[in-house]
């Protein structure tokens, strides 16, 4: 770390990648967590595999599988990290018609000497933004948000566990 206390930028203020190179290979975890609030017909459509463009969920998995794996191509100071596993997830929360939810969940697994947080916090935001690409013709009022770091492990910082929301 720098002497300015951020790790990204030198003592000059210049953007720098962190080096890793003495740092320990640990396994590391990371999982991240966002939601889309959708319209009824959207929510419809996507519980009911009835939307145009397919299989909402099912594509918003790859991409967000996919925008994972390649972090460090869209974060310019990101490692370029080689996961064990990622997975993305989802939940339709149908409980309130007036505020139907998809929340979207990604969790990182590596060993290495950086990282998951931004791994698995870039595969919920392409995740949900597949998801609004796959509806917008039912419905562009969709809201993202909410997007999280839920948890993490390993590496020098240790264990954290984010708030409930």
């Known amino acids: 770390m720098s002497g300015n206390g951020f790790t990204h930028f030198d003592d000059s203020g210049n953007a720098v990648m962190v080096d890793v190179s003495a740092k320990e290979t640990t396994s590391r975890s990371a999982t991240a967590k966002g939601e889309i609030s959708v319209g009824a017909e ?24 996919s925008a994972a794996k390649r972090t460090a191509e869209l974060i310019p100071l990101c490692h370029l990290l080689n996961f064990d596993k990622c997975a993305v997830d989802f939940s339709l929360d149908t ?30 935001s392409v995740a949900l933004l597949t998801v609004y690409d796959m509806c917008k013709a039912i419905d ?18 240790g264990h954290f566990v984010g708030k409930p929301n």
């Open 42 to 65: 959207v929510m419809a459509a996507v519980r009911d595999r009835t939307a145009a463009k397919g299989d909402v969920l099912g594509v918003a998995r790859i991409a967000g599988i």
């Open 140 to 157: 562009k009022t969709m809201v993202i948000g909410n997007i999280r770091l839920c948890e993490k492990s390993g590496g020098r910082s």
């Open 95 to 124: 409980d309130d018609v007036e505020s139907n939810i998809i929340e979207a969940r990604c969790t990182v697994k590596l060993s290495g000497k950086t990282g998951a947080e931004m791994e698995a916090l870039t595969g919920v």
